[in-house]
C-alpha cells in the first residue's frame, strides 16, 4: 500500500516509515496537517497514518477538514498519538478517524491496524 504519514516529529516519520516499509508498503511524509492535506490531494494512498499534535494544522483540524472533502473523506486515517486520551480518542473517531494508536507503538500493531482499516 501507499501511506501518507503525517507527522511534525521528523524522528517519528522515520520510525513509522521503517515500520511502514518493513511491511512491504510504500510512504511519503508530510511535516504537517496543512502540507498532509495538500499531498493527500495530488497523490493516491491507501491510508493515512497522522499525529495530533503539529504546527500549523493539527491532526484534528486534519479530520475537520477531510471530512468537508468527498474524495479524500474515503481514505482511512489511523490517528497515531503521544496523548492517550479518551477524549481525544473520541474526537479522532467522531471526525471521521478509522482507527487511534498511541506511541509508543509497536510495528506489528501498526501494521495490523493498517491491514484492517484499509479491509473494512
Ligand atoms: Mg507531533
Do not use: W
Not at 501511506?3 to 521528523?10: G, I, N, R
Not at 496543512?34 to 491532526?59: H, Q, S, T, Y
Not at 475537520?64 to 468527498?70: H, I, L, M, N, T
Not at 481514505?75 to 494508536?101: C, H, M, R
Amino acid at each position: 500500500m501507499n501511506v501518507l504519514v503525517v507527522d511534525d516529529s521528523s524522528t517519528m516519520r522515520k520510525i513509522i516509515g521503517l515500520a511502514l516499509g518493513g511491511a512491504g508498503h510504500t510512504y511519503k511524509e508530510a511535516e504537517n496537517g496543512r502540507v498532509g492535506l495538500a499531498k493527500a490531494r495530488e497523490d493516491k494512498f491507501e491510508c493515512i497514518v497522522l499525529d495530533v499534535n503539529m504546527p500549523e494544522m493539527n491532526g484534528i483540524e486534519f479530520l475537520r477538514e477531510r471530512s468537508k472533502d468527498p474524495a479524500l473523506s474515503k481514505v482511512p486515517v489511523i490517528v497515531l498519538t503521544t496523548q492517550d486520551e479518551e477524549a481525544l480518542k473520541a474526537e479522532a473517531l467522531g471526525l471521521g478517524a478509522n482507527s487511534f494508536l498511541v506511541k509508543p507503538f509497536q510495528k506489528e500493531v501498526l501494521a495490523q491496524t493498517l491491514a484492517s482499516v484499509v479491509r473494512s
